[in-house]
Every structure is written in C-alpha cells, then in structure tokens.
C-alpha cells in the first residue's frame, strides 16, 4: 500500500530565516507530487506541482520554491521565510495524467514569528 | 475565482439532523471527490463520482454528480458529532486538482 510522509509536524521560525519541509512517498513509481497551503478552516491553495524529476511548476509567485530531487520526494523551500508564510502545508499525492484521486500527508503546521 | 464554490461555508446543526453540502462550478469536470479533513490533519478521500447523475452511498453519507458534471451535493442522514470537520470538494481537469472553498460542519451532541 502506498503512504505518504511528511516533516516535520510543526515548525516554528523567525522572520527571515530559510524553511525546508519534505515529502516522501512510499509504495508507488512517478506520481504527481503537490504542495498546498491552507488557511485555518479553509480550502486548499495549490502552489506548487510535479509530473517528473525536476519537473515544478509554480501556481502562485510567492518566496516560495519547491524541488524534485527524486521520484518520490518532494522538497518546499523558502530562503527568507515572511509573516505570511505561516499557516498549514500539505503535500500529496495522485497517479499520472488523468487520476481522479489525490492523497494527503499528514501535514505540516508552519508559525513565523 | 474560484473554479469550484461550496455552500455553506459554516454549518452547526444538532446530533440526529440532516444536512446537505453543495459544490458548484460554471465549469465541467470529469470527476469531483469528496474529502473529509479534521483539525491538523491531511484530508481523507470520501468518495469518488464520474458518471453525470451518479448516486454513491457511504453508510449516512450520499453524494450525488450533477446531470451536467457541474455541481456535486453531499447529503448526511441523522448526523453524528463524528461528522464534525471540514468537508472539501475537489476536482480535476488536467494534472492539477482544484479545491472547493470547504464547509466547515459542527454537530452538536
């Protein structure tokens, strides 16, 4: 079965400083990988997504970037983290082209301060 | 814009009622899921409908694809305070997925 990983839980950073949050999936080949951030109670903002290795492509310009260092991880990364950086991040999951399903980490809940 | 509208955006009812949750879009999609999510945690996939009209069941929950693969509705029979989270609609044109604005349900024991 396949499941989805991701670290850390909670973070806490200052203002300015870099952020790298990870994501690993386990029991299946070349997924599509997301990374979302949501509000509290709120839907879903994609930000960024990938179809291959080294294959991103970025939804909303922000400080943000992500990486695909190999098929089944998927890397978010800021150099200079903002204010409006915090909230919760979610990676996830679906098969190729054409899937009907996605399937969501455990997420990632992002304060800074 | 938002591709995909969910209504209402807050529902708190009492253990035992009913209540139905509405995703709507002006476009079509091939597919809409269903998600549940509970605080601090990833959505769980509910369901899955492809067919225009389909009708799928799960225990007190029915959900239902619109005729014209616009819209979705999430019905809930005799709500349980395990009901309590955030429900998501969400659908896929292509590669990305686009998320419903989210309800989020109380049920009050």
């Known amino acids: 079965s396949q499941t989805i990983h991701q670290w850390p839980a909670t973070l806490v950073q200052p203002v300015g400083s870099p952020l790298s949050l990870e994501c690993t999936v386990e029991g299946t080949s070349n997924p599509n990988l997301y990374w979302y951030r949501q509000a509290a109670g709120r839907g879903l903002q994609l930000l960024f997504y990938s179809i291959g290795i080294g294959q991103i492509s970025s939804e909303v310009p922000q400080n943000l970037s992500a990486s695909r260092p190999q098929d089944r991880q998927f890397i978010l990364s800021s150099k200079k983290l903002l204010l409006s950086d915090s909230g919760f991040y979610l990676c996830a999951w679906s098969e190729g082209t054409g899937a009907n399903e996605q399937y969501f980490g455990p997420g990632t809940r992002l304060t800074v301060t | 814009t938002q591709l995909l509208e969910q209504s209402p955006q807050f529902l708190s009812i009492q253990e035992g009622e009913n209540l139905t949750v509405y995703c709507n879009s002006s476009?079509?999609?091939?597919?809409l899921q269903w998600y549940r999510q509970e605080p601090g945690e990833g959505p769980v996939l509910l369901v899955t409908?492809?067919?225009?009209?389909e009708v799928k069941k799960l225990k007190r929950l029915t959900f239902q694809f619109g005729d014209a693969r616009k819209d979705s509705s999430l019905h809930i029979t005799a709500a349980q305070p395990g009901d309590t989270g955030l429900y998501l609609c969400a659908g896929a044109p292509g590669n990305q997925f686009y998320f419903g604005t989210g309800t989020s349900l109380t049920v009050i024991p």
């Open positions: 409908v492809v067919t225009g009209g």
């Open positions: 476009s079509v999609f091939s597919s």
